[in-house]
């Protein structure tokens, strides 16, 4: 056994010295060490020796095989330099490249921007450190409005004394309404617009909550605008958005930006609406998704926009819940955990 081994080794050092090119090289590979080779079929016999010659076989096999791979592994390199191509074995398995993923809510806002694209709406965008006037006070938010106090907002000053209290002070947007001020400020009404963007709540986090969150602001503005225009866009995005008909309900709501308000709610999506319904929609079965309204004419007026000749309506889209109601995501918190393997699945 040992002789036949040095001789099979000798025999493909000689042979390895005559090839040129690639194709004989592969041949000579398969000739000797391939699945059925001479080599291969060579070291299979070692089983049946004793555990002793076992011992001594084995090593000088493991010796001579390590031998010829370097030995073809040099003459490889050599054709290489030679013929200055370089070398493929197609028979050896493809590396898989990894691929980024986008997070769901990305894939719902690219979407909702391309489909309000279609409609003539406009995609804009707004500051997420935010004067209290574009985020309260042009909104007919005054200074003893409960959304003013810090149990909801991130106010950029801890000490209250240190604020001004002239609507200069900042803080960081608790929604993308802000942008409907600087919207209509810059491009005047008519005006058709959407503002996808971050906001921020002073709020304890659970299965449907978050600090950090994702909405998307729209507005419409231009004469003649009424309720029944906002509540058929709503049905029509809702049902495009899951691809089908999403049973909804309106009702009323109030926000001081808009009179009138409502709240346009959608069957949940994680219960299908089951009865007793799930932590998502606080066991109601209903999730609230979509407030919105016409617009308040002090809000127009902060717009510089006249309320005597334009109405419009806006509402405020929630990214993550429509993110969460989409991809039947039960917990919210996984939108910010920086886990991979939650975003991977998208």
């Known amino acids: 056994m040992k002789n036949k081994i040095e001789e099979i080794k000798n025999k493909i050092f000689f042979e390895l010295k005559e090839i040129k090119e690639s194709d004989a090289l592969k041949d000579l590979e398969m000739q000797y060490i391939g699945r059925k080779g001479e080599f291969t079929s060579l070291l299979k016999k070692i089983s049946s020796l004793s555990d002793a010659e076992k011992r001594e076989i084995g090593q000088i096999a493991n010796l001579a095989k390590t031998e010829i791979f370097f030995a073809f592994k040099k003459t490889k390199k050599i054709i290489l330099n030679e013929n200055n191509n370089e070398f493929i074995d197609l028979s050896l ?3 898989k490249r990894a691929e980024g993923h986008l997070n769901p809510i990305s894939l719902v806002s690219m979407e909702l921007e391309e489909l309000f694209v279609s409609m003539g709406f406009m995609v804009l965008d707004g500051p997420e450190l935010e004067s209290e ?3 309260f006070e042009a909104l007919n938010i005054p200074a003893h409005h409960p ?3 810090m149990q909801d907002t991130f106010f950029v000053s801890e000490d209250e004394k240190n604020r001004k209290g002239d609507g200069n002070d900042l803080v960081l947007r608790t929604h993308t309404s802000s942008v409907q001020i600087r919207a209509m400020q810059k491009h005047g009404a008519p005006i058709r617009c959407v503002a996808p963007g971050r906001v921020f709540r002073a709020e304890a986090t659970d299965a449907v909550h978050e600090h950090t969150f994702y909405q998307m602001e729209g507005l419409m503005v231009g004469k003649d ?3 029944s225009n906002l509540i058929a866009v709503m049905q029509d995005l809702i049902n495009k958005m899951f691809d089908r008909e999403v ?3 309106v009702r009323p709501g109030y926000f001081p930006f ?3 308000g409502i709240e346009l709610d959608i069957k949940c999506t994680i219960c299908n609406g089951k009865k007793g319904g799930c ?3 606080k066991h109601t079965t209903w999730l609230e998704l979509l407030p919105a309204g016409m617009v308040h004419p002090n809000v127009l007026k902060a717009g510089k926009v006249d309320p005597k000749e334009y109405s419009g309506f806006a509402f405020g889209l929630g990214l993550t819940r429509l993110a969460m109601m989409k991809y039947g995501i039960g917990d919210i918190r996984h939108f910010n ?3 991979l393997r939650f975003v991977g699945q998208f």
Do not use: I, K, Q
Request: net charge negative.
């Open 147 to 149: 959304a003013r106090d």
């Open 337 to 339: 955990s920086g886990d």
């Open 225 to 227: 605008v009424n309720l």
């Open 258 to 260: 808009v009179e009138p």
């Open 247 to 249: 049973e909804t309900r």
């Open 133 to 135: 006037y574009y985020n």
């Open 93 to 95: 398995p493809g590396e």
């Open 279 to 281: 932590p998502s929609c």
